[in-house]
T-cell receptor
Framework: DTGVSQDPRHKITKRGQNVTFRCDPI?????LYWYRQTLGQGPEFLTYFQNEAQLEKSRLLSDRFSAERPKGSFSTLEIQRTEQGDSAMYLC??????????????FGPGTRLTVT | GDSVTQMEGPVTLSEEAFLTINCTYT??????LFWYVQYPGEGLQLLLK?????DKGSNKGFEATYRKETTSFHLEKGSVQVSDSAVYFC??????????????FGQGTILTVHP
């Protein structure tokens, strides 16, 4: 297994355009998380899935953001009508949620979004 | 809600110097605590963890002790190397309910080690 992968690694877009990011988790991981990291800050939670169900969305996730995880495998994060404030690194992580204990999250390399 | 506070950075050290990066937290209950590291151009990696009070997590020469009485989890290394240059994040997972496992991170501390 090669770990969590994200595509693209970099995206430059003009304000008002829509963008979509993809995350491929480690196979057999049933949980998938999205975080956003701005310069000089730690990652902030956006949303997460257990299998195909989206269980929580942060208040950071405005109506312009939508995430899906069809069939409980890869996930996409779409941002509509991008704004300059959306410029950030978008991180994906996956884990296996078993019975008891803490499920370690494995992070992908991130997608860096720049909105001009 | 849960929060994590890290010492202000960046931190610049010479090789073989002693490192401390402070981390304090606010949380309900007694969560696990983590240190993640982000090397240049790479994704976040779990460096070490502690799951209960007085536990000491260790990895790659780094150590951190879970101090319930001071709500702290300071990261230490006795002799840093140039290859330790990275950004370090203290983090704690949400301990219950539907948010179980969601991580709350500190703001990160940039460490630069010079030869």
């Amino acid at each position: 297994d090669t770990g969590v992968s994200q595509d693209p690694r970099h995206k430059i877009t003009k304000r008002g355009q829509n963008v979509t990011f993809r995350c491929d988790p480690i196979s057999e991981h049933n949980r998938l998380y999205w975080y956003r990291q701005t310069l000089g800050q730690g990652p902030e939670f956006l949303t997460y899935f257990q299998n195909e169900a989206q269980l929580e969305k942060s208040r950071l996730l405005s109506d312009r953001f939508s995430a899906e995880r069809p069939k409980g495998s890869f996930s996409t994060l779409e941002i509509q009508r991008t704004e300059q404030g959306d410029s950030a690194m978008y991180l994906c992580a996956s884990s296996f949620r078993g019975v008891g204990g803490y499920d370690e999250q494995y992070f992908g390399p991130g997608t860096r979004l720049t909105v001009t | 809600g849960d929060s994590v506070t890290q010492m202000e950075g960046p931190v610049t050290l010479s090789e073989e110097a002693f490192l401390t990066i402070n981390c304090t937290y606010t949380a309900t209950g007694y969560p696990s605590l983590f240190w993640y590291v982000q090397y240049p151009g790479e994704g976040l990696q779990l460096l070490l963890k502690a799951t209960k009070a007085d536990d000491k997590g260790s990895n790659k020469g780094f150590e951190a002790t879970y101090r319930k009485e001071t709500t702290s989890f300071h990261l230490e290394k006795g002799s840093v190397q140039v290859s330790d240059s990275a950004v370090y994040f203290c983090a704690l997972p949400n301990a219950g309910g539907t948010s179980y496992g969601k991580l709350t991170f500190g703001q990160g501390t940039i460490l630069t080690v010079h030869p």
